[in-house]
């Protein structure tokens, strides 16, 4: 009788745990989702380092495909940090394919439809929106690695089986069976038998361990699936479908992985603790990971479907959030096939999404544009500005400005380059190679239609050079199915190709000796200067800036240098 009186007193105590541990654990987990749900639409606050941002780059290196956006233009428009403002998911999978999104521009009409229609039902229906939130703050992230890294890596662990593990297994046994013939003898026996268990299972752990958060991850992930597959989301179905017939597949997963994932939280169940020893002494999780590990390396291609899809949606849930950020300054972009030799763009009030209080700016194009003007007047933030806005109407349907139009594009550019020390190239070398992919890209005749993005064409050499290569370059980047916007201190080439791109500027005033910048986009070329009069407010010479001045102006009226 005390002995059933104990035993229930441990099943109670067990249940206690478990129950307050659950209690906690779903009291914590409702507080952080109401938390995200309020912070709707108030922007990012998650920060990454740099190696935090390869493991998420993970996804879009598993997916390589011609028409992605290069590294080159990725880094000239800053896009590691515009993800970082766009981005708020709240899983692995939305992070990673979220990036993948903006480094793969859309040129299919239906696709974009469908990419408008699915933002825009998480955007109207609230309670579908949380649903879905909620599967994907469920699935999480990995605590340090992609999935993608643990996955490429599990040929790594070659073949294994559980013979030898299902032996030791049979010696614990017949240990336990010696005590009936010898006490003594099958304790000792028993207890090396367990000491060879613990410390051979530590050494088969050790090489497994990293592996198995990725199973956790795995498991997560088709919990997730089994819910968001039950899930009414409009515009979805076919994902929806495909979950259900991915998630069939790994049913054998699910089976054989449940003794292999440990607790996560280390709370100190005591229902966890006897686990783990009998895990160790038993070898049950490296046999059950043994079987795992078989159905996953069969299904690898269901896994990057399932990963895909939540991605998928979460990025359509992202999208509409950061549009929420914009509040009214964004549009849906009108985005069309450019069948014609003429390319054209049309913005109206575009500005950049990280100033603070920006200055808006309108343009409608047929031919190319030269930007002129002085110094921080603002012509490589107009040049990102448009370069950004094309990039995120062709990933994520949504564009900082009020209207924009424009044919689907490849879009490169050639603006914040470096000299490379490491590879031996200075920095003309570098721009040069930087500016011929581009020409390379524009001689293609399948295909959108080239926009292109170049700031300063060959700052890296001498004057006369520069203008002359610079002015052939700009005449072949204006030939053909190809947008080209460029910006230029060389005043000279707003004459030399006056008839192949429309001149616009940006000016500075001079007021109460002190310079100002209105960042206002004006037509023709630029005919103010603000060198030598900075020179003058910091109090050079008069002589010297008198006559740089009378200089200047002789060669803006004759183009000579006297």
């Known amino acids: 009788m005390d002995a059933l009186f104990f035993a229930g007193m441990i099943v109670f105590l067990i249940v206690l745990f478990m129950g307050i541990e659950y209690l906690n654990n779903s009291k914590f987990q409702k507080k952080t989702l109401e938390?995200?749900?309020?912070?709707?639409?108030?922007?990012?606050?998650?920060?990454?380092?740099?190696?935090?941002?390869?493991?998420?780059?993970?996804?879009?290196?598993?997916?390589?495909?011609?028409?992605?956006?290069?590294?080159?233009?990725?880094?000239?428009?800053?896009?590691?940090?515009?993800?970082?403002?766009?981005?708020?998911?709240?899983?692995?999978?939305?992070?990673?394919?979220?990036?993948?999104?903006?480094?793969t521009p859309v040129c299919d009409a239906e696709q974009m439809a469908r990419t408008e229609e699915r933002i825009c039902f998480f955007m109207e229906h609230e309670e579908e929106r949380h649903r879905a939130q909620r599967v994907f703050y469920r699935l999480g992230r990995m605590r340090k690695f992609s999935i993608y890294e643990y996955l490429d890596h599990l040929d790594l662990l070659g073949e294994r089986n559980n013979g030898r593990y299902l032996l030791f297994d049979l010696a614990i046994l017949a240990c336990v069976g010696l005590m009936a013939f010898s006490m003594p003898v099958g304790i000792v026996s028993l207890l090396i038998v367990l000491c060879h268990n613990l410390i051979d299972y530590f050494k088969e752990y050790k090489e497994i361990e990293p592996y198995i958060s990725s199973f956790r991850y795995i498991r997560r992930l088709l919990g997730c699936v089994e819910e968001m597959r039950r899930e009414k989301i409009s515009g979805f179905s076919e994902e929806q479908e495909r979950l259900q017939i991915c998630y069939q597949s790994l049913k054998g997963f699910l089976r054989n992985s449940y003794l292999v994932i440990s607790s996560e939280t280390g709370t100190g169940n005591p229902l966890e603790v006897i686990l783990d020893y009998l895990?160790?002494?038993?070898?049950?999780?490296?046999?059950?990971?043994?079987?795992?590990?078989?159905?996953?390396?069969?299904?690898?291609?269901?896994?990057?479907?399932?990963?895909?899809?939540?991605?998928?949606?979460?990025?359509?849930?992202?999208?509409?959030?950061?549009?929420?950020?914009?509040?009214?300054?964004?549009?849906?972009?009108?985005?069309?096939?450019?069948?014609?030799?003429?390319?054209?763009?049309?913005?109206?009030?575009?500005?950049?999404?990280?100033?603070?209080?920006?200055?808006?700016?309108?343009?409608?194009?047929?031919?190319?544009?030269?930007?002129?003007?002085?110094?921080?007047?603002?012509?490589?933030?107009?040049?990102?500005?448009?370069?950004?806005?094309?990039?995120?109407?062709?990933?994520?349907?949504?564009?900082?400005?009020?209207?924009?139009?424009?044919?689907?594009?490849?879009?490169?550019?050639?603006?914040?380059?470096?000299?490379?020390?490491?590879?031996?190239?200075?920095?003309?070398?570098?721009?040069?190679?930087?500016?011929?992919?581009?020409l390379d890209q524009t001689k293609q005749e399948e295909g959108p239609p080239v926009v292109c993005f170049v700031d300063e064409v060959l700052r890296g050499t001498n004057t006369i050079e520069r203008i002359a290569a610079s002015t052939q370059i700009m005449k072949m980047l204006a030939k053909g199915r190809t947008l080209c916007f460029a910006a230029t201190h060389d005043v000279e080439l707003t004459r030399l190709l006056e008839k192949e791109y429309d001149n616009y500027h940006f000016e500075e005033r001079i007021e109460e000796n002190d310079i100002f910048f209105p960042y206002t986009l004006m037509e023709g070329p630029a005919v103010s200067r603000n060198a030598i009069a900075l020179l003058k407010m910091l109090g050079y010479d008069e002589k010297i800036t008198a006559e740089a001045e009378e200089k200047a102006t002789r060669f803006l009226e004759s183009g000579k240098w006297e």
């Open 35 to 103: 938390k995200l749900y309020q912070g709707y639409g108030r922007g990012s606050g998650r920060r990454y380092g740099a190696e935090e941002m390869l493991h998420i780059r993970m996804y879009y290196q598993k997916h390589r495909t011609d028409g992605q956006i290069d590294d080159i233009t990725w880094n000239d428009l800053h896009m590691d940090e515009l993800y970082q403002q766009i981005n708020t998911s709240l899983s692995a999978a939305g992070d990673e394919y979220l990036y993948y999104r903006l480094r």
């Open 279 to 438: 895990r160790m002494l038993f070898y049950f999780d490296l046999i059950q990971f043994n079987r795992a590990l078989m159905a996953v390396r069969g299904h690898m291609d269901e896994i990057d479907e399932m990963i895909t899809i939540l991605g998928r949606m979460e990025t359509a849930v992202v999208a509409g959030e950061y549009r929420t950020y914009l509040g009214t300054a964004y549009c849906a972009p009108k985005l069309h096939y450019e069948e014609d030799a003429a390319v054209s763009l049309r913005v109206e009030e575009l500005y950049h999404p990280f100033l603070k209080e920006p200055v808006k700016n309108s343009l409608t194009v047929r031919r190319g544009v030269l930007l002129t003007g002085s110094n921080a007047s603002g012509k490589s933030t107009f040049l990102r500005s448009v370069a950004t806005a094309a990039l995120l109407s062709q990933t994520i349907h949504t564009c900082p400005a009020s209207y924009y139009e424009a044919p689907f594009f490849r879009i490169f550019s050639s603006m914040s380059l470096k000299d490379d020390p490491m590879g031996g190239d200075s920095y003309y070398m570098v721009e040069i190679k930087s500016i011929k992919r581009i």
